[in-house]
T-cell receptor, first 118, second 114 residues
Framework: GAVVSQHPSRVICKSGTSVKIECRSL??????MFWYRQFPKQSLMLMAT?????????EQGVEKDKFLINHASLTLSTLTVTSAHPEDSSFYIC??????????????FGDGTRLSIL | AQSVAQPEDQVNVAEGNPLTVKCTYS??????LFWYVQYPNRGLQFLLK??????LVKGSYGFEAEFNKSQTSFHLKKPSALVSDSALYFC????????????FGTGTSLTVIP
């Protein structure tokens, strides 16, 4: 077990559009989910940590109003890129972890969403 | 500050030969160490982790990694490489008592040559 599903896998849209990406833990409850951004041939950059039922914690330099995160249940977190522009084009990956805040469990990743803004 | 270094951007190895992907870390306290693999346009797949105990950790697909505290390293190894092992490999570290944040290395692209 420990399957994380991310949807959609790819989205292409016009500049100014808002895009919602879903991240679901299919067979476990994820108290904490994470959103990453990955540029070509680079590592993952943590954008925010999402805790069920509370506000997300954003990393320095990440615009909260630009990247809206909602973690309404133990199995679903969403990332909405508001008024997307070409510079927001990237590969977005979510992950989820079993256990509590300080659990030493590994993160389990979704397959990512390729976002292309025209 | 916590950090992870993967000194090699690219590793090439012939099929059937042993492979090593290097990782060194800097963390306060005893680290939790992880290896992940990423295939094109996919998320990361968990390979193995070191939390405590034996320094040699065995993971998925025949991979193993050795924790070396004195050298602050956690190199990924496999005795005999397969072409299907070609992918991007990430080392990650989490310091205890720092909550959830993982720190990822910059990744190493492994190419296994038939």
């Amino acid at each position: 077990g420990a399957v994380v599903s991310q949807h959609p896998s790819r989205v292409i849209c016009k500049s100014g559009t808002s895009v919602k990406i879903e991240c679901r833990s299919l067979d476990f409850q994820a108290t904490t989910m994470f959103w990453y951004r990955q540029f070509p041939k680079q590592s993952l950059m943590l954008m925010a940590t999402s805790n069920e039922g509370s506000k997300a914690t954003y990393e320095q330099g990440v615009e909260k109003d630009k990247f809206l995160i909602n973690h309404a249940s133990l199995t679903l977190s969403t990332l909405t890129v508001t008024s997307a522009h070409p510079e927001d084009s990237s590969f977005y990956i979510c992950s989820a972890k079993k256990g509590g805040w300080d659990s030493n469990q590994p993160q389990h990743f979704g397959d990512g969403t390729r976002l292309s803004i025209l | 500050a916590q950090s992870v270094a993967q000194p090699e951007d690219q590793v090439n190895v012939a099929e059937g030969n042993p492979l090593t992907v290097k990782c060194t870390y800097s963390v306060s306290g005893n680290p939790y160490l992880f290896w992940y693999v990423q295939y094109p346009n996919r998320g990361l797949q968990f390979l193995l982790k070191y939390i405590t105990g034996d320094n040699l950790v065995k993971g998925s697909y025949g991979f193993e990694a050795e924790f070396n505290k004195s050298q602050t390293s956690f190199h990924l190894k496999k005795p005999s490489a397969l072409v299907s092992d070609s992918a991007l490999y990430f080392c990650a570290v989490r310091a205890p008592n720092t909550g959830n944040q993982f720190y990822f290395g910059t990744g190493t692209s492994l190419t296994v040559i038939p």
